[in-house]
């Protein structure tokens, strides 16, 4: 997209213009926090609340971004208008922010900043069609052999691109079947969440979903738990055990852009009756309704090309 603009550390500039030097402690260490918002007809959704989540992600991980979280608003709706000449009138778009350490020094003491922070901001085109096909026949949900880092090690909560683990779980997945959708567990053989969603299964009416000590605390996540209240159906954040997918009546995924991605298989076996549950239908019917969008067709339509 070369007339996309995007933000680079107090610059507006077209994204051949933007770069950063290749001792950045985001290439160096992986040493950024992240957030990915999107739009529903050119509206982002929740925007303060991903960026309330950077914010947090940015005090624990003691990076000084040196503007407040009032400021980066509006810095991001400038870009977001700035760029929706790029995009279709039926057409959304990710916003995403990159902010890391800024420059890394060797050997030096990670508690002072060496340089200002980076922060990189940039729009790219939703794509849907890894996922579209789903929402109608669900998904195949696969354990990695991989599991998830600890939270005494790395809280789960902090949004952040250290990704490696998060590709090797699901590289071990798509072994398995290259359209299957990744489960990591923890260390305890809980079930924690997928390399970039939250995981929920339905039982005899209610709503299960492992609590943040073994993922992000989603902003999907808590929108669906919400559309599940006011459609009085029962929520649990509790320990799940693979046992408890296999014998759900419905799973499903949610992360940012797909919103909610059903699971028809779990490790080659049926959930339920193999078919796209009823409560999964009804919580992304609710979140269409929530956003005045249709969430299925615009995704299923990408497909067809
Ligand atoms: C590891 C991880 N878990 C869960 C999610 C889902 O979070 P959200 O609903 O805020 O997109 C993401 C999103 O990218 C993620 O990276």
Redesign the pocket.
């Known amino acids: 997209m070369p007339n996309r603009k995007v933000y680079i550390s107090g610059d507006i500039v077209t994204e051949a213009d933007a770069k950063i030097s290749i001792f950045d402690s985001a290439v160096m260490l992986g040493d950024t926090v992240?957030?990915?918002t999107r739009t529903f007809s050119h509206k982002p959704f929740k925007l303060k609340q991903?960026i309330d989540?950077l914010f947090q992600s940015l005090k624990v991980t003691r990076i000084d971004i040196g503007m407040t979280a009032d400021a980066l608003m509006d810095i991001t709706l400038d870009l977001l208008e700035k760029n929706l000449g790029c995009y279709g009138a039926n057409e959304d778009c990710w916003i995403v922010h990159n902010i890391s350490r800024g420059l890394s020094i060797a050997g030096a003491d990670p508690t002072v900043q060496c340089s200002p922070a980076t922060i990189m901001i940039f729009t790219q085109p939703m794509d849907l069609r890894t996922w579209a096909r789903f929402y109608s026949k669900g998904c195949h949900a696969v354990t990695a052999m991989s599991r998830i880092i600890p939270s005494q090690s790395l809280d789960?909560r902090i949004?952040n691109r250290s990704?490696l683990s998060?590709t090797m779980a699901e590289m071990e997945v798509k072994l398995v079947d290259p359209e299957a959708q990744g489960v990591i567990l923890d260390v305890n053989g809980n079930i924690a969440?997928?390399?970039?969603?939250?995981l929920f299964c339905v039982k005899d009416g209610s709503l299960l979903t492992p609590t943040t000590e073994n993922?992000?605390?989603?902003?999907?996540?808590?929108?669906t738990m919400e559309l599940a209240e006011k459609l009085g159906i029962e929520v649990k954040e509790c320990r799940i055990q693979p046992y408890d997918f296999y014998t759900a009546d419905e799973l499903f995924f949610?992360?940012?852009?797909y919103c909610i991605m059903p699971a028809t298989k779990f490790n080659g076996l049926p959930v339920g009756d193999g078919q796209v549950g009823k409560i999964t239908k009804q919580l992304l019917a609710s979140w269409s309704e929530l956003v005045g969008v249709d969430i299925v067709s615009p995704a299923e339509q990408q497909l067809k090309g």
Not at 193 to 198: F, I
């Open positions: 992240t957030e990915s991903h989540r789960a949004k990704r998060y969440e997928n390399k970039g969603a939250n993922c992000l605390a989603g902003i999907s996540r808590k929108t949610t992360s940012t852009p």
